[in-house]
């Protein structure tokens, strides 16, 4: 099938996997409220009321999955059209709806014992699903920033979610006031580029700023305040404020969502933006992203290793974790950006992973969250404290776990791109790293429970389980046998800009 | 024309900004979010001057989307005044800010 986007009804198919998960959000909110899900308080969390829409979302995932699957075989014309249909923004789908089935799977026990409404909660997670897969889809700046308030504003909803909780209430305000206040510079920088450029439209962008019609100053003025907004979203250093209150006050599934997707969301519509519209004026941001990589991974890193508190600490490790993702933004070429890809994908993987542990810790409540709570708990709950393991591990990137093979490849990608210093800070704040994952690890198999009964209470239900077998089998997969997911990385992005091969070298 | 307005526009900007970054009342912050909405609204419509018709629509988006912010936020806003009884974010200090 061809989409040429005279139509309109063209877009509708190109945008199938979007309008699905739309559908879906809306359904499992009315099917939400026509039953009062405070019934049946006692029921088994997997399949009482509320877990139904759970499943009933869950569905709504597989079938945009399978519908984007089915867009691998729908070629599009030309390269201007509102909504791109290429291999780069189907990869990104598929980490949206990996994050948002896993992050479903292991709120299924949290929703029950919080008594949180499911059907709003479980909707926003879809609607705000679909905002990011607009983000990662878009091809003009008008649908990038639609994308984002879709996904900031059901974003800000989660976070606020649980009204009991004052730590909530406390994260949603300022994550909201944050978000918004970036959203105002992302937009202003928006208006410049349309005012230099005369222009939306990414590709035209593009050709108008490397023919050299966009006016120069304008441009530089535009592109910093676009990093400023991105900057906020992505949570680089000094834009990182916000990040670790709001991931330490947002309930634990939503944190796992945030820090997840909402991450990945950004950097995929960021390095389509910088690759394809501002691929001329690489020597203008190429030292901003230069230095907000290092920043962010020397910051970051240090700070982590101050936290007494697990939760935060995982925030922190997120914040670094984008640092590393900014240094392939920084090396701008083809096996950088596939680097990029597959670290996002593996990145959510063994985050969600590692936060649906931390979730059955805390007893699907917010306490327990230090790091003394996790004494003796691989003796007392091996199952459990072998993957949580093999999370932190793979965070901290460890051979034999798929964050090593995310790690070799950006090294890989900015060793193209000749960035020796940024490649020597990555790998000498990973080292850092390793302090604050396994002091973890640590705390679980070197140290004694301070009390007897001190994990009877760890809970870890069917649906939790699935998701942690299926993290945990990818996880091990493509750290022996990354193969066949670097090669559909590879694949995917073909199309996108290759700017610092122009340069090689450059200012290093 | 066209650079009166824009210095119009950056003027409210960074009134905006600097609105986010001295008060501390909640609702004044969120009201200085939104004077920079307006800021980019109106540059937007004096580039429309020169490009044609994309930025003028430009402003619709940005306007609804305006109005659904405003909507989560004073949920938000009113959910945290049920805790604390105060919007003054001096005060929220239960997380490390």
Request: aromatic share 14%; with cysteine.
């Amino acid at each position: 099938m061809q989409l040429d986007f005279t139509q309109p009804l063209d877009y509708w198919w190109a945008l199938l996997p979007e309008i699905i998960l739309c559908v879906f959000g809306m359904i499992v909110l009315i099917a939400g409220v026509t039953r009062s899900s405070l019934e049946e308080e006692d029921g088994d969390p997997s399949f009482s009321h509320g877990a139904h829409l759970g499943w009933l979302a869950l569905v709504g995932v597989l079938l945009a999955g399978i519908a984007n699957g089915w867009l691998y075989g729908v070629q599009e014309v030309g390269d201007t059209s509102m909504i791109a249909v290429d291999g780069f923004r189907l990869f990104a789908n598929w980490i949206f709806l990996v994050a948002a089935a896993l992050t479903i799977l292991i709120s299924f026990a949290y929703v029950h014992r919080q008594r949180l409404q499911a059907g709003e909660f479980y909707s926003l997670i879809l609607l705000a699903s679909a905002g990011m897969m607009f983000m990662g889809g878009a091809r003009d700046l008008i649908v990038i920033f639609l994308g984002l308030e879709v996904m900031s504003i059901a974003v800000y909803a989660l976070t606020a979610f649980n009204r009991h909780d004052r730590k909530s209430a406390e994260a949603g305000l300022k994550y909201f006031l944050l978000g918004a206040f970036s959203t105002g510079f992302f937009l202003y920088g928006i208006a410049l580029v349309y005012g230099a450029s005369g222009s939306t439209n990414i590709t035209v962008i593009g050709s108008s700023v490397s023919e050299g019609l966009a006016s120069p100053g304008l441009l530089s003025v535009a592109i910093a305040l676009l990093v400023i907004g991105f900057g906020f979203k992505v949570s680089a250093v000094p834009f990182h404020m916000w990040t670790p209150d709001v991931y330490e006050g947002a309930p634990a599934p939503v944190t796992a969502f945030m820090s997840a997707s909402v991450k990945a969301a950004g950097f995929v519509a960021l390095l389509r933006v910088f690759l394809v519209a501002f691929d001329a004026s690489y020597a203008t941001w190429y030292p901003i992203m230069w230095w907000l990589a290092a920043i962010t991974m020397v910051g970051a890193n240090l700070m982590a290793l101050v936290q007494s508190n697990v939760k935060r600490m995982l925030a922190y490790s997120s914040i670094a974790h984008g640092g590393y993702l900014l240094v392939a933004v920084t090396a701008a070429n083809q096996s950088a950006a596939a680097g990029l890809l597959f670290y996002l994908l593996i990145y959510t993987l063994m985050n969600i992973g590692a936060f649906a542990v931390l979730i059955g810790v805390a007893r699907h409540s917010e306490e327990h969250m230090r790091v003394e709570d996790y004494s003796g708990f691989g003796w007392s709950r091996p199952v459990l404290g072998v993957v949580l393991t093999i999370f932190l591990l793979s965070l901290a990137g460890f051979p034999g776990t798929g964050g090593f093979i995310g790690k070799i490849y950006l090294l890989q990608g900015a060793a193209d791109a000749e960035l020796w210093y940024l490649s020597v800070i990555l790998v000498l704040t990973t080292l850092i790293s390793y302090w604050y994952y396994l002091r973890v690890a640590w705390f679980m198999w070197m140290k004694d429970s301070e009390a007897q009964d001190q994990h009877d209470l760890v809970q870890a239900p069917l649906p939790m389980q699935l998701a942690l077998l299926a993290t945990v089998a990818f996880i091990l997969y493509t750290g022996f046998f990354p193969g066949v997911t670097i090669d559909l990385v590879n694949d995917s992005v073909h199309g996108l800009g290759n700017i610092s091969e122009l340069v090689p070298g450059f200012m290093e | 024309m066209i650079t009166e307005a824009l210095l119009l526009s950056a003027i409210l900007f960074v009134i905006g900004t600097f609105g986010v970054l001295v008060r501390r009342n909640a609702i004044i912050i969120f009201l200085a979010i939104e004077l920079q909405l307006n800021a980019v609204n109106v540059a937007l419509v004096a580039f429309s001057n020169l490009h044609g018709i994309d930025g003028q629509i430009f402003v619709f988006f940005v306007m609804t989307v305006a109005a659904a912010e405003a909507a989560v936020g004073l949920a938000i806003i009113i959910s945290i005044f049920r805790h604390y009884e105060t919007v003054d974010v001096n005060n929220f200090n239960f997380l490390k800010w």
